[in-house]
């Protein structure tokens, strides 16, 4: 990689970071708003709305998005007419699934626990934060971080903005479906916008070529999107049935604790995935070793970090009627830290083209992680999801590790430093669950591990420095 490409991506990786952080800082700034103007029970309902979301965004989407990067190499110079195209099948599909809802309404209602309004806001808001990926994904070939940032700061503060305006007006006697319809209108409207900028790029049009490859190329990943997110969302939508929408309530402020570490990732991954394509050219196995040792270090120092401030974090986002979320905060914020590992050595999943192998290890975590969920929620009640989860989740990344060893030739993350940050990132959480409510001793510890280990951080960059 030349040395412009070098410090676009170096440029783009801290610009997708930073920026993104304080962007979704805004979220969590005025989660305490929102938690404290709504009951536990309408915070629920939202926070299962956006479960549902997370599923039907992959039906809609189809994963389309992750055939970008590959269709860039199959068809040069020809990209933005590709993306254009496919976004036809994204609009297909949304009608498809309003006619499900029109002709079976009532059905999907009773099963999902929604109005059948709701569930029309679901479609448009699924189909809008497909296409805000897909968009986002096209410009990040470019490193364009200032264009994803922009649109970006729109849909955060604008479904802030709007959603406070009709809970505290139209909506006060139902705040849940207030939160609903600002965030789906912005999310909307943003998603017509970016769509007649990419079709001023380029003319969309149904091209068979490019249909059948981006199809070919991202069907079979569909099932491992649905089965991601169910690792990721199911435990809430079981907790909502088995428990109650407050218990869902409390349980989904803690995972609103882990988005920071969520934002990070996916604004790391965004620059890691498109260098590491450009790596994997020029078989560059050993750079590719030793920037994935470097990018899993620092975010062990971040997770081990955020564990040891999340039970104060809690206080502050929902303040003592969440209380019991402190409990479940430090597993799930585990769950991210696999998480980034996972997005880490995946890429050269996608790279080999062998998206079936994705497919089949996440459904097979997915399983384990429903039938888990059934069995402990209602032995142990909402507490035990985000374990049984985090269990999940390790066995989901110990497939892949397999996977994409034997599709790519190498480790990408190398065993040995795996296992020694897993043992620090697990030690460390296992400390502050015990000192969760000895804030001093807690943040004493964390210190004595983060600093030593960011000083050693610091030195090896350096010297792999070219």
């Known amino acids: 990689m030349s040395s412009e490409k070098k410090n676009a991506a170096l440029t783009a990786g801290i610009g997708y970071t930073v920026g993104n952080i304080l ?156 939160r609903i319809f600002g965030t789906t209108a912005v999310i909307t409207l943003l998603a017509l916008f970016l769509l007649a900028a990419m079709y001023r790029k380029a003319r969309p049009g149904i091209h068979r070529k490019y249909w059948c490859f981006g199809l070919k190329f991202s069907l079979p990943i569909v099932p491992h999107g649905v089965s991601q997110v169910l690792l990721a969302q199911f435990d809430r939508i079981m907790i909502r049935s088995l428990v109650s929408d407050a218990a869902a309530g409390i349980y989904s402020l803690a995972g609103n604790i882990r988005l920071i570490l969520t934002v990070i990732t996916a604004s790391i991954t965004e620059a890691w995935s498109t260098w590491f394509y450009g790596q994997m050219g020029k078989k560059e196995h050993g750079c590719i070793r030793t920037r994935a040792t470097q990018l899993c270090g620092l975010f062990t120092i971040l997770t081990v970090g955020l564990m040891a401030i999340s039970p104060e974090m809690v206080l502050i986002l929902g303040g003592k009627a969440y209380d019991s979320a402190k409990y479940v ?22 790279y080999s083209k062998k998206t079936v192998y994705i497919m089949l290890g996440t459904m097979a975590a997915a399983v384990l992680n429903i039938v888990l969920n059934y069995v402990f929620i209602l032995q142990y009640g909402f507490l035990a999801a985000a374990y049984t989860t985090l269990f999940a989740y390790v066995c989901y990344l110990l497939l892949h590790l397999v996977i ?40 004493g510890l964390c210190a004595v591990v983060v600093v030593p280990m960011g000083l050693l951080l610091l030195r090896n960059y350096r010297k792999t420095q070219v």
Not at 78 to 97: H, P, R
Not at 339 to 347: E, H, K, P, R, S
């Open 23 to 178: 962007i979704k800082g805004i979220n969590i700034l005025t989660l305490p708003i929102f938690s404290r103007l709504m009951t536990q029970e309408e915070f629920g309902v939202f926070n299962v709305f956006m479960s549902y979301d997370a599923i039907l965004f992959v039906l809609v989407g189809l994963a389309l998005h992750t055939s970008i990067r590959n269709a860039n190499l199959e068809f040069p110079g020809k990209i933005d007419s590709y993306t254009s195209s496919i976004t036809l099948i994204y609009l297909l599909m949304a009608a498809f699934f309003a006619g499900l809802v029109l002709f079976f309404g009532d059905f999907f209602a009773k099963i999902l626990g929604f109005e059948e309004k709701i569930l029309y806001m679901l479609i448009l808001f699924s189909t809008g934060s497909s296409l805000l990926l897909l968009y986002n994904t096209r410009i990040s070939l470019d490193y364009s971080y200032k264009k994803y940032l922009l649109v970006a700061l729109i849909n955060s503060v604008g479904n802030v903005a709007i959603s406070l305006v009709l809970i505290l007006t139209v909506f006060r006697a139902d705040r849940a479906y207030g």
């Open 404 to 443: 994409s060893r034997r599709l790519t030739g190498f480790c990408i993350l190398p065993i040995r430093w795996l296992l020694v940050y897993s043992v620090i990132a697990c030690g460390m959480a296992a400390a502050s669950l015990l000192l969760v409510n000895d804030l001093l001793l807690r943040w």
């Open 329 to 350: 905060a430090i597993p799930m914020i585990l769950d991210s830290y696999i998480l980034f590992i996972y997005d880490v050595i995946v890429t050269g999943e996608y």
